[in-house]
């Protein structure tokens, strides 16, 4: 079966720290990976796509692990403003699917 | 930059009672995607189509239909409203199948 699996959380951290999400995918063959944010009662939006050498942007660094089949988002020095849910994408089929999202992880940031 | 649009943003509809949820986008997307949102819960694919002229089901198409006349407008028709239909409603697009994914703001429907 094929899936795009995370820990729903939530992950409740205090500001300034850090915090890092895992998101397993099921197909060896998947090429492309992306982080979403969605806040509540928003639209989801992109936070970063995943590239193979891994990516950095500001406090987000994102990581992809072939052999395990995962990707990761680690957030640094954590703001009240990064609570929201964090959704992973994968393309698992190959052709015209469409990518498939994970059910997201739920951060919050405390002060 | 409008990007997608979708109308309206808030619907109360009686059980029974069709509708159609409109989409646009103007980023000459060829594929565009409907999903709904359950409170708390993943969003989950309606349909999708990948050019004017062709739709395909996504994981949970019962008791709706799409069109795609064009290229910029995708609608999403409920026929029959359900409680169950009780969602938000995100219409989506994207230049290909591994391309990032830009949403419309959402669609509240509420079937009473």
């Known amino acids: ?111 | 930059n409008a990007g997608v649009t979708q109308t309206p943003k808030f619907r109360i509809l009686k059980i029974g009672q069709s509708m159609t949820l409109q989409c646009t986008q103007d980023m000459n997307h060829n594929y565009m995607y409907w999903y709904r949102q359950d409170p708390g819960m993943g969003l989950k694919l309606i349909y999708y189509s990948v050019g004017a002229g062709i739709t395909d089901k996504g994981e949970v198409p019962n008791g709706y239909n799409v069109s795609r006349s064009t290229t910029e407008d995708f609608p999403l028709r409920l026929e029959l409203a359900a409680p169950s239909q009780t969602s938000v409603y995100f219409c989506a697009s994207s230049k290909s199948s591994g391309n990032t994914i830009y949403f419309g703001e959402g669609s509240w429907l509420t079937v009473v």
């Open chain 1, 1 to 111: 079966r094929k899936e795009v699996e995370q820990d729903p959380g939530p992950f409740n951290v205090p500001e300034g720290a850090t915090v890092a999400f895992n998101c397993t995918y099921s197909n060896s063959a998947s090429q492309s990976f992306f982080w979403y944010r969605q806040d509540c009662r928003k639209e989801p939006k992109l936070l970063m796509s995943v590239y193979s050498s891994g990516n950095e942007d500001g406090r987000f660094t994102a990581q992809l692990n072939r052999a395990s089949q995962y990707i990761s988002l680690l957030i640094r020095d954590s703001k009240l403003s990064d609570s929201a849910t964090y959704l992973c994408v994968v393309n698992l089929f190959s052709g015209n699917t469409p990518l498939v999202f994970g059910k997201g992880t739920r951060l919050s940031v405390i002060a």
